[in-house]
């Protein structure tokens, strides 16, 4: 199977879920909604990097998360989809509603 096959036959990437960003070697929260990440032209999704150690706009992982750390919100910015590997985990519901709430407030969007 050619690299290409092998994209194209690549599920869409999910809001919530972690990735290793590929570049960095640094964990990723897939921030950006399903249907966009569901859109196959555009190669791209937001993310924000998952660190040790809290920062601004950082949101805390619970409990119910497979995963520990804070969720670095300030830090949101856009990468290829190529570019993430390894699928960890999802983030719990719970911590998706702090991040939304995190998004809202980092952004002055209405809720």
Same mark, same amino acid.
């Given at each position: 199977m050619s690299?290409?096959?092998?994209?194209?036959?690549?599920?869409?990437?999910?809001?919530?879920? #972690?990735?290793?960003?590929?570049?960095?070697?640094k964990r990723? #929260?897939?921030?950006?909604?399903?249907?966009?990440?569901?859109?196959?032209?555009?190669?791209?999704?937001?993310?924000?990097?998952?660190?040790?150690?809290?920062?601004?706009?950082?949101?805390?992982?619970?409990?119910?998360?497979?995963?520990?750390?804070?969720?670095? #919100?300030?830090?949101?910015?856009?990468?290829?989809?190529?570019?993430?590997?390894?699928?960890?985990?999802?983030?719990?519901?719970?911590?998706?509603?702090?991040?939304?709430?995190?998004? #809202?407030?980092?952004?002055?969007?209405?809720?």
């Amino acid at each position: 199977m050619s690299p290409e096959e092998a994209k194209s036959e690549r599920r869409p990437l999910r809001r919530g879920e #972690v990735y290793m960003h590929t570049p960095t070697g640094k964990r990723v #929260v897939v921030l950006s909604d399903d249907r966009f990440n569901a859109a196959t032209h555009t190669g791209c999704v937001l993310v924000a990097p998952l660190g040790r150690r809290p920062g601004p706009a950082s949101v805390p992982c619970g409990d119910q998360d497979p995963v520990g750390g804070f969720v670095h #919100v300030a830090e949101v910015g856009q990468t290829s989809v190529g570019s993430l590997a390894d699928c960890a985990c999802m983030l719990s519901g719970r911590t998706m509603e702090h991040l939304n709430r995190a998004l #809202v407030t980092l952004f002055d969007l209405p809720y």
